[in-house]
């Protein structure tokens, strides 16, 4: 009997072990989720918490409802730079970013992501929507600490409905609106990673141009009265204004959508969701009063609500009134999220858990600088010094009407001062950006080389002014030139395909792609020459490019040794009025060592 007790007992053991152990294998790590959602040119008025009488933004008011809003939050003018400060915790200058196209937007690889922090403690980790911060790897995001990204990596996309997207390298097409798709896929990220801890992205790309949105949203607003207006309601286009407003609730009804999955999952109590802008408004349209828009260093194009929710962690309705920033968010997160992490270079944002969890907590007075095309302001507890070097105090004044300089001159002073020496020091960092564009990095088995990045020679036109998501034409000379600069990080053969469009009485150009000492020719047989579209989703006249349906075109393999140099896409032969268009190049490299 004692023998058949212990064999009981040995089995019970056993089977109290194995489960015991699959269950802490399945149980989540010690940590809340953390999802950051952004939008992309929304002002910090185009909310009806803010006191917006033209929209309604419920979901968006309910994260502040329930949680913390920061009264004076600041990103920078434009999108890159803001997207690089989330991502390091440290001012964009510091990255490497200078520009928003061309190669500018490149995050430095020697840079820290919030989402390389989460990942090394164990979180798994997504990005949905724009990313803006380098294309080619290893500056795509799969390189920067996501497990998993389905979106774009440009500055802007010139269509919604079904677009072209990456999903982790590859080239997919999306499925429908694209603010709807990207929720789709955050939901089904969320889903999926509902037993473990997750870090989760979503930088959407609304209301940026152009002004897209389906019917449901824009019935709502086509007809509608605008009740509040811009600071210059002479130059206000109300019908931008109702697409952005159609936008906007669209977007609104997405983070909702996300809110309602983490309640239906019971994940809600243990995940801190985060709403911010990713800069001011990109029109003329109600914003409180702020002076500027996107693109300026003033109140109306940096300052950015940043609401934060973790329902029974934080205080609900709880407004702060010290100053913050996209620099911030980085250190504060991981805070919160207790992951002890040693950074390898400073940041400059400062963790904000105190001022959230903690009442009257007094931080000691610092400041913020905001800076684009050579414009420097900075802004500390009181008062923001303009890049003309003009005083307001932000508190009494936020719509920056009256000029304090000389009744406060000894701040004036001592605040330029401070930005003489901060534009000194990020001179310094911002030196050396001479940077080609990498083919065939190691772990990455595709390169995609959009012409955004190119430059041309001879009569090839772009398609549009703005370089993102644009396109080369009117291909007419054997002069003619496409040019990258190319670092090749991996010898070996590659696949090539140029995404193209030519119209049959065009057909049988020769077409050589030369990389230093390779190159690879090709003939163009195949047409495609659909219509330009784009217009027909357009609520409101664009003035960025229009888009049409590019194929791939596959020219062969190309056999390339390490090294810099110039990429070079040229004609032979050219049998029509013009050789072909060019969106891209992509590609992709062959493991077959008989290659």
Not at 433 to 454: E, H, I, M
Not at 484 to 498: A, L, N
Not at 514 to 532: A, C
Not at 545 to 551: E, G, I, P, R, V
Request: a negative charge.
């Amino acid at each position: 009997m004692n023998k058949f007790k212990i064999l009981n007992f040995l089995i019970l053991s056993l089977l109290i072990g194995y489960f015991g152990v699959k269950y802490i294998y399945k149980s989540k790590i010690p940590g809340p989720n953390v999802i950051i959602i952004m939008s992309d040119d929304q002002g910090w008025g185009d909310f009806s918490f803010n006191g917006n009488k033209n929209l309604n933004t419920p979901n968006i008011d309910g994260i502040a409802k329930s949680g913390v809003s920061f009264d004076y939050f600041y990103v920078s003018p434009v999108c890159s730079p803001t997207r690089a400060e989330i991502l390091t915790g440290r001012y964009h200058s510091r990255g490497g970013i200078s520009g928003t196209s061309a190669g500018k937007e490149r995050l430095n690889l020697d840079e820290t992501t919030i989402a390389q922090i989460f990942k090394s403690a164990g979180y798994k980790t997504g990005a949905f929507g724009k990313w803006h911060n380098g294309s080619q790897f290893p500056y795509h995001p799969n390189a920067r600490g996501f497990d998993e990204f389905y979106g774009f990596t440009s500055g802007h996309w010139g269509n919604y409905f079904s677009p072209p997207l990456d999903h982790n390298g590859k080239l997919v097409k999306g499925n429908g609106f694209i603010i709807d798709d990207f929720t789709d896929k955050a939901i089904d990220f969320i889903k999926l990673n509902q037993d473990e801890s997750f870090f989760l992205y979503i930088p959407y790309n609304t209301p940026h141009v152009p002004m897209q949105v389906p019917d449901r949203w824009w019935d709502n607003f086509k007809e509608k009265e605008i009740l509040n207006f811009s600071n210059n309601p002479e130059n206000e286009d109300l019908n931008f204004t109702r697409a952005t407003l159609a936008m906007c609730e669209n977007l609104d009804w997405n983070v909702g959508r996300i809110l309602d999955m983490l309640k239906k999952l019971n994940l809600e109590n243990n995940t801190i969701v985060v709403f911010l802008n990713d800069n001011g408004p990109h029109s003329e349209r109600w914003n409180g009063g702020l002076k500027g828009g996107k693109g300026s260093t003033d109140e109306g194009g940096i300052r950015s609500p940043l609401f934060i929710r973790w329902p029974d962690k934080i205080p609900e309705a709880k407004q702060v009134k010290n100053i913050a920033g996209a620099i911030d968010l980085l250190p504060t997160l991981s805070d919160l999220a207790e992951i002890n992490f040693h950074f390898k270079k400073a940041l400059d944002g400062q963790s904000l858990k105190s001022l959230i969890l903690e009442n009257d907590i007094i931080f000691k007075d610092r400041l913020i600088f905001s800076t684009w095309n050579g414009k420097t302001s900075v802004r500390n507890n009181q008062f923001r010094l303009d890049h003309e070097g003009n005083l307001f105090d932000i508190e009494k004044d936020p719509t920056q009407s009256i000029n304090l300089k000389d009744e406060h001159s000894q701040i004036a002073e001592t605040l330029k001062n401070k930005v003489d020496l901060w534009n000194k020091e990020m001179d310094l960092e911002m030196s050396d950006l001479n940077r080609p564009f990498l083919l065939g990095y190691p772990g990455s088995d595709f390169t995609q080389f959009p012409v955004r990045d190119a430059s041309s020679l001879g009569n090839i036109q772009r398609s549009n002014k703005y370089p993102n998501d644009s396109y080369f034409t009117n291909w007419t000379n054997l002069n003619d030139r496409i040019i990258w600069d190319v670092e090749v990080m991996e010898e070996g053969s590659y696949e090539v395909e140029i995404y193209y469009t030519c119209a049959e009485m065009d057909l049988g150009s020769l077409i050589a792609l030369q990389i230093g000492e390779s190159e690879i020719r090709g003939k163009v047989l195949i047409p495609n020459d659909p219509k330009i579209m784009g217009m027909e989703n357009d609520r409101t006249e664009r003035f960025i490019s229009y888009n049409k349906d590019f194929k791939p075109m596959n020219i062969g393999k190309i056999h390339l040794r390490k090294g810099k140099f110039q990429m070079i896409l040229k004609a032979l032969e050219i049998k029509g009025i013009q050789v072909i268009d060019v969106r891209s190049i992509v590609f992709t490299k062959c493991h077959d060592k008989r290659s």
